[in-house]
């Protein structure tokens, strides 16, 4: 796909779109587990239910929501894993 | 002699060789084509038969069979553990010294469980993805005479993403059917906000959940365990006392690949086109099934359905022709029943534009699932389905 880490930094993003099952937050999970704390994740999903799903969970694990932002036909919903 | 190496003889690497065999036997037979399939045991294994080994009687013996008996005759079988691929020299470096060329690679090398990554997991958990784990854990249901029991989720991703779900209902069916169920709690965690990941799915298996009494976590990903107070932790800073723990472990890629520079630690997922299946921008490289980063469950049918697209576009490669969209393109497909307990199941059908839409759950589902384990041997790793 889809999951891209360019440079030390650097935005990491995970195209969840076209993903069911396991669906674009459990993809999210996926990158945050693999993550260190500051990384900045940015997921694509064309599931109109991410933009509430991802950042409830967010906000229950404690990370940080940077942005939720309308693409061409799709959601772009960027975390900072803060812990 | 253009060499196709396969590596991993599971669902997708079995069936692509078959299927490839099937596009390509004259210029096999010609000598100008050779098909090679590189497993580590020699043995293909029914994974999706792992659970029933603590759910529903199954024996570990009838889950696997010899690969070469499920291979055609003209694809040859190397067993042997790989240690590296050499992309510099293409080529693929085994444990044991040998060293296998190849012009086309498939990587079919599937996930690995890693229990231990989740410290006290040997004495405090039980999992059903390996057939001695399955069995342990039946001992474990067997002794049980009530108490809580927890079904959660320790890593992600995992394969087949309803099982958990299905473990629980299964085991709240039996818990019945023994007579202890009063004596007895059942607790379901799911990763995110609700039961199941999709929408749909969620919307018909809550009702299921509240009628079985099975009480649903959301938000809920185990991170630990604390062994003294016999109670699972999570990243999200909450915990639930058990009495009997099943976690789903933490599942990565093959180290190999991480090793061999083909897949980024430390998940160790191969970064795959999801239309053509090519390994980062290599024409010639392929992965399907659960190997890939792709966003789609990782299980078998998923595998089933990326294996005519990995065949399409080698045959096209090899025959110097154009490959043909309408079988070269992967969409997403992937298919897979889902049990709900109580004898009845329903279909999960779905690709990247398509979300499932499970019939009402009935007993033809369930049977349906029981029917297509039976019968795998003689259809899927054949390309008969």
């Given amino acids: ?83 | 002699m253009k060499r196709i190496l396969i590596l991993g003889g599971g669902v997708g690497g079995t069936l692509t060789a078959n299927l490839l065999i099937k596009k390509l036997r004259r210029q096999v037979k010609a000598g100008e084509v050779s098909i090679t399939v590189v497993d580590q045991t020699g043995q293909h294994t029914y994974q999706p038969g792992f659970m029933y080994i603590a759910m529903g009687g199954e024996r570990a013996e009838k889950l696997q069979r010899p690969e070469r008996g499920l291979l055609d005759s003209l694809v040859s079988l190397v067993v042997g553990e790989v240690d590296r691929v050499d992309e510099a020299t293409h080529a693929v470096q085994l444990k044991n010294g040998e060293r296998l060329s190849y012009d086309y690679l498939v990587l079919a090398t599937g996930s690995r469980i890693l229990p231990e990554a989740i410290e006290h997991f040997a004495t405090e958990a039980h999992h059903f993805y390996t057939a001695e784990a399955a069995l342990k854990l039946r001992k474990a249901l067997d002794a049980f005479k009530g108490g809580r029991i927890v079904v959660a989720i320790a890593g992600m991703p995992y394969k087949c993403p309803p099982a958990p779900l299905e473990v629980s209902f299964l085991i709240e069916s039996e818990l019945r059917d023994r007579g202890l169920r009063d004596k007895s709690e059942v607790h379901f965690c799911s990763p995110i906000g609700r039961a199941f990941t999709i929408e749909s799915v969620s919307e018909m298996v809550t009702p299921i959940f509240e009628e079985k009494g099975i009480e649903v976590h959301t938000f809920f990903n185990v991170e630990g365990i604390d062994p003294d107070r016999h109670a699972v932790l999570t990243l999200e800073g909450e915990e639930l006392p058990y009495d009997l723990l099943i976690l789903v472990p933490p599942h990565k890629g093959q180290q190999f690949l991480m090793d061999s520079g083909l897949a980024p630690a430390p998940g160790g997922w191969l970064p795959t086109d999801r239309a053509t299946l090519q390994v980062g921008g290599r024409p010639n490289v392929f992965a399907l099934g659960d190997a890939t980063d792709l966003p789609l469950s990782k299980a078998g049918s998923t595998a089933h359905f990326e294996a005519p697209v990995v065949t399409e576009r080698i045959v096209a490669a090899v025959t110097g022709r154009e490959v043909n969209h309408k079988h070269g393109d992967y969409l997403g497909k992937v298919m897979c029943f889902f049990e709900i307990g109580d004898g009845k199941g329903t279909l999960l059908q779905f690709d990247y534009e398509h979300p499932p839409r499970p019939p009402k759950p009935n007993q033809l589902w369930h049977l349906g699932k029981i029917v297509f384990n039976k019968t795998y041997w003689h259809t899927v790793p054949k390309g008969r389905v």
């Fill in chain 1, 1 to 83: 796909m889809t999951d891209m880490l360019t440079q030390p930094g650097a935005k990491r993003i995970v195209d969840a779109r076209g993903s069911f099952c396991p669906g674009p937050l459990m993809e999210l999970i996926r990158a945050i587990r693999e993550s260190e704390p500051g990384q900045v994740i940015a997921v694509y999903s064309s599931d109109t239910g991410s933009k509430t799903d991802i950042p409830k969970w967010v906000e229950k694990a404690g990370h940080r929501l940077v942005e939720v932002a309308r693409r061409d036909d799709f959601d772009e919903i960027v975390v900072e894993k803060t812990h």
